[in-house]
């Protein structure tokens, strides 16, 4: 069986310190950004949406997801659809109440 | 006994390794699939009884309110037998008894993935099933708010709900990993050539249960953390008093339990896709398509938890989604329906045990499959929701469905797990006694939940005692059949006469293993080059 | 696990635990769940409560997680290569991270306790609908992802005996790259965290 998966991929140390600062750059920026209003209106969705660049380099990079096959990266979006859908129905009913 | 560890070919799975002084410590610290598998069925089968136990009282209490219980004591046996039969019956039910025992076998491989992880699953569910027993009789009263915990009044009540919730957050810890086991094994543990659409209809079912398993049960963990930390802290998610929305609770309570009904029903109709072909000696009709609708019926089941709730005061744009969603449902449905019976149909059918019970699961599910279709529509589930006819739909899908798939499994394979056959004769009468009783019983629900009968009622007014009286004479029916099929089965547990390895002509791995097999599955992994059910239709057809 | 012919299948245990991690996923989504809705329906609410929240102690918490990530990261690096020591030197890092941040975490509840917000506090009850939820959420969803570091430091601990006795090494890393898996899960759920509770002032 073609496993991609299977072999080992050592990242180097370089590009996790370099993923490291990148993390530690959206947390000042996020905190900007909450600070010092600079998106008022849309600082929810811009602090969410920061969370999230940093959520996927922390499952790009640590989590080697980068590395992995097709099969797993489809499985986790499909495990976030699952969320999504209880999300999204439940604001359905929320949302017209 | 002693003889069921012997096989023409060594020693079976039962027989002692004196690596423990007592047999049970063996037993309970083995990582054999098989033995985990026997001790669920056991446990489950136990539990069962138990349930039909209470289901029986409340019956029976039924036949004329108060002459048998209190109203308080209805409550409580209401819950206990809800609580018994769906948290550690029916969904726990197929995938850990059938499942463990033979999707392994069935697809080829020695063990499961994880066979620690199996074990401790097993475990929890013991501890699970333990604390839930705890709340019955520790100090206080024993949970009366039905088996579904609705907040706030399970907040409220000074009933043991906490420790009941507990046991069921622990069983549903259990039912986790054993999904998780089961999907990372039929991923990993495949034999050579066995391809997935080389692989039976069972372990397909157990592939979608186990996502499902996995993808629903950690939010019934969560909903049932919140009610634990709402009695114990105060923490009023789901209380009006501290701004909480008691709606949500149902949201997130069916979120998990709608698909639970599919981890119910899922490996039910695995079961029926086993049997149907064997008895009927032809290949599975439409083989892919079972399999698929499988995953459909799992992706579909996701998002229609919001039938629960119709009368519940969700918005009317969620309503009619969610009814609309509700008959996407039937469509998988009725595709594997149409598929046994296409298989049934110009097969050499040999009515044997299993495949009564399989036929009466394809009638009894179609029956609570159109129900469900009457009550996911929106103007009759106004009339109908949280009446008698709710009722008899559930028991129609649940009991009607994956229980009695559970009794075409239990004689089907009975001859692989213990060794012995058991009396035909016998198994007939009872399913005959069974089958009636539960139409007797179940389809008056229907009636009395048409004329307004509500459930979890202690009393009624006079003009619902005909179908109430009705309804208690079918159980005796039910019960009666229940008693002389399982009489049946432990008497040739036994004495039953010594079964060959193949007794009903299956071509599914289990069959071409020694009966019962032993603790190592195959000698040598088999090479698996056709499909699952390689059956020579111009043959059959030939013979008159 | 082995497969058929008996090798450690570490691509099938990798598979079980991100399994695992979508169960996590999902139970913490019952929590998400519940904090979008009523953020929605409480905004303002919301907004005011947030304000009660430490900023400074949230982001040095954001920081040490982050950083903790780093190194448990490098530690399966560092066994790969072979270098036993500095990989479980390196893990022994990642457990104090997890302790600080446990012991800032404790600083921080313990400042909103004295002032007497807590679930079913009295002052709390007085409060606005939405801010007793927000409060509720906060303690619930941070007092939940504590213990899931909690529970990772002591997997850890397991691991840096492993790595020492050598049951770990360069051939069989699959136990502690699954634990690294956790870990990173763990700091992804305090990412999305970290703005909720402390940014939407």
């Given amino acids: 069986m ?63 997801l980068k590395y992995e096959g097709r099969f797993l990266k ?20 929320v949302w017209y109440r | 006994m002693a003889q069921m560890n012997e096989t023409p070919e060594g020693a079976s ?126 100090k206080g009263s024993p949970p009366d708010t039905g088996w579904t915990f609705y907040a706030p009044y399970s907040i409220r009540t000074p009933a043991n709900i906490s420790t009941a919730v507990l046991g069921v957050f622990v069983l549903g810890f259990s039912s986790i990993l054993t999904g998780l086991n089961f999907v990372t094994t039929i991923h990993r543990m495949r034999a050579p050539g066995m391809s997935w659409f080389r692989m039976p209809a069972f372990p397909w079912t157990l592939y979608a249960t186990g996502w499902v398993q996995m993808l629903a049960t950690p939010v019934l963990a969560i909903t049932l953390l919140f009610i634990v930390l709402g009695r114990f802290f105060g923490v009023g998610f789901f209380d009006p008093d501290k701004g909480g929305d008691p709606i949500l609770y149902e949201h997130l309570f069916w979120m998990y339990s709608h698909p639970a009904v599919y981890i119910m029903v899922l490996p039910a109709m695995g079961i029926i896709s086993e049997i149907v072909p064997v008895f009927s000696r032809r290949a599975l009709f439409g083989y892919v398509a079972v399999c698929m609708s499988a995953l459909g019926i799992a992706i579909v089941g996701y998002a229609v938890w919001g039938h629960h709730m119709f ?49 009466s699961f394809i009638f009894t599910f179609s029956v609570g499959g159109l129900t469900g279709l009457i009550i996911g529509s929106l103007a009759p589930n106004l009339h109908l929701h949280g009446t008698y006819f709710i009722v008899g739909h559930f028991h129609y899908v649940m009991f009607g469905g994956a229980g009695i798939s559970i009794l075409a499994g239990l004689h089907y394979w009975f001859p692989k797990i213990t060794g012995r056959m058991y009396s035909e004769r016998y198994a007939r009468i009872g399913w005959l006694n069974f089958f009636v009783g539960f139409h007797i019983l179940y389809f008056s629900m229907f009636v009395l939940g048409f004329q307004g009968m509500p459930r979890r009622y202690f009393d009624y007014p006079p003009q619902y005692h005909t179908g109430h009286v009705v309804s208690t004479m079918g159980s005796w029916f039910l019960a009666l059949g229940l008693v002389i099929i399982f009489g049946n089965l432990l008497y040739s547990i036994f004495r039953g006469q010594k079964a060959p390895a193949d007794p009903w002509g299956g071509k599914t791995l289990e069959w071409t293993i020694p009966s019962p097999p032993r603790s190592e599955n195959f000698r040598e992994i088999p090479v698996i080059t056709r499909g699952a059910y390689p059956y020579d239709e111009e043959e059959v057809r030939k013979t008159p | 696990m082995s497969t058929q012919n008996g090798h450690i299948d570490a691509a099938g245990k990798k598979m079980g635990m991100w399994f695992f991690l979508f169960t996590e996923i999902l139970f913490f989504g019952g929590m998400f769940l519940l904090y979008s809705i009523y953020r929605y329906k409480y905004a303002q609410d919301f907004h005011n409560a947030a304000a009660e929240e430490n900023i400074v102690l949230g982001t040095v918490n954001t920081a040490i997680l982050l950083t903790s990530s780093l190194c448990i990261a490098l530690s399966i690096s560092a066994i790969r290569r072979g270098e036993r020591y500095f990989s479980s030197w390196l893990q022994l890092v990642t457990i104090v991270m997890g302790v600080a941040f446990l012991v800032i975490k404790y600083f921080e509840w313990m400042a909103k306790i004295d002032i ?86």
């Fill in chain 3, 116 to 201: 007497g917000i807590y679930p079913d506090s009295p002052v709390l009850l007085k409060m606005a609908a939405g801010e007793i939820i927000f409060f509720g959420l906060y303690y619930v969803m941070t007092g939940l992802h504590g213990l899931h570091v909690l529970v990772g430091c002591v997997v850890i601990a397991f691991m840096m005996r492993f790595t020492m006795r050598q049951t770990i090494h360069r051939g069989n890393v699959a136990r502690l790259e699954n634990t690294g898996l956790y870990w990173h899960f763990v700091d992804i759920v305090w990412i999305y965290l970290y703005p909720l509770f402390y940014l939407i002032t």
């Fill in chain 2, 311 to 359: 009368t519940s005061g969700m918005s009317d744009t969620a309503r009619v989604i969610f009814s609309f969603i509700t008959f996407l449902v039937a469509v998988p449905s009725g595709v594997k329906i149409f598929n046994w019976v296409a298989t049934l149909y110009k097969g050499s059918i040999s009515l044997d045990a299993p495949l009564l019970f399989a036929c």
């Fill in chain 2, 13 to 138: 799975f039962y027989a002692r390794t004196g690596r423990y002084r007592w047999a049970i410590v063996e037993w309970m610290m083995s990582t054999d699939h098989k033995r985990i598998g026997v001790m669920y069925l056991g446990a489950l089968l136990s539990f069962f009884s138990v349930g039909v136990v209470l289901g029986f009282l409340i019956r029976l209490s039924l036949l004329s309110p108060g002459w048998l219980v209190d109203a308080q004591t209805y409550n409580e046996f209401f819950t206990l037998h809800g609580v018994i039969q769906i948290f550690l019956f029916i969904i726990p039910g197929i995938p850990v008894a059938f499942g463990n025992i033979f999707l392994p076998i069935l697809i080829g491989a020695q063990d499961v993935a994880f066979p620690k992880i199996n074990r401790l699953s097993w475990w929890l569910y013991v501890t699970g099933a333990l604390i839930i027993l705890l709340s019955l009789f520790a």
């Fill in chain 1, 2 to 64: 073609k496993d991609p998966s299977a072999e080992t991929h050592i990242v180097a140390t370089r590009t996790y310190a370099v993923v490291w600062l990148a993390l530690l750059a959206l947390l000042a920026a996020t905190l900007a950004v909450a600070r010092l209003q600079l998106m008022a209106r849309y600082s929810v969705l811009g602090s969410l949406l920061i969370a999230t660049a940093k959520a996927g380099l922390v499952l790009a990079f640590f989590m080697h």
């Fill in chain 1, 74 to 93: 489809g499985l986790l979006l499909l495990t976030l659809c699952a969320l999504t859908l209880f999300i999204g129905l439940t604001f359905v009913d």
